[in-house]
Nanobody, 125 residues
Framework: QVQLVESGGGVVQAGGSLRLSCAAS????????MGWFRQAPGKEREFLAT????????TYADSVQGRFSISRDNAKNTMYLQMNSLKPDDTAVYYC??????????????????WGQGTQVTVSS
């Protein structure tokens, strides 16, 4: 089993920055990629970014392109999401996820095997 724990959420002023962390434990050697999603009240869960575990290749949603940066430290079994130029619309619960299957679209939440509990990010105007 895999356990994922997010941290780093909080309240920040518009235009500010936060860095989220996702610490993984368990059978992390099976990871193909990890990703970040978010869900705001009344909205569907939204794909943000993903990174392949071995090569570190990244892909971003258009909504965060140029503002958010995903990275990982394999030795620490930790994934990060650096968020800059935050806007009130970024307010949401942010989730990290891990994908161990070789199949499944990386932008769909159903493709990921393990999920964290989420961390709240609130951006004030």
């Amino acid at each position: 089993q895999v356990q994922l724990v997010e941290s780093g959420g909080g309240v920040v002023q518009a235009g500010g920055s936060l860095r989220l962390s996702c610490a993984a434990s368990g059978r992390t050697s099976t990871f193909i990629r990890m990703g970040w999603f978010r869900q705001a009240p009344g909205k569907e869960r939204e794909f943000l970014a993903t990174i392949t575990w071995s090569a570190g290749s990244t892909t971003y949603a258009d909504s965060v392109q140029g503002r958010f940066s995903i990275s990982r430290d394999n030795a620490k079994n930790t994934m990060y999401l650096q968020m800059n130029s935050l806007k009130p619309d970024d307010t949401a619960v942010y989730y990290c996820a891990a994908k161990s299957r070789s199949f499944g679209a990386y932008s769909q939440q159903g493709s990921y095997d393990s999920w964290g509990q989420g961390t709240q990010v609130t951006v004030s105007s």
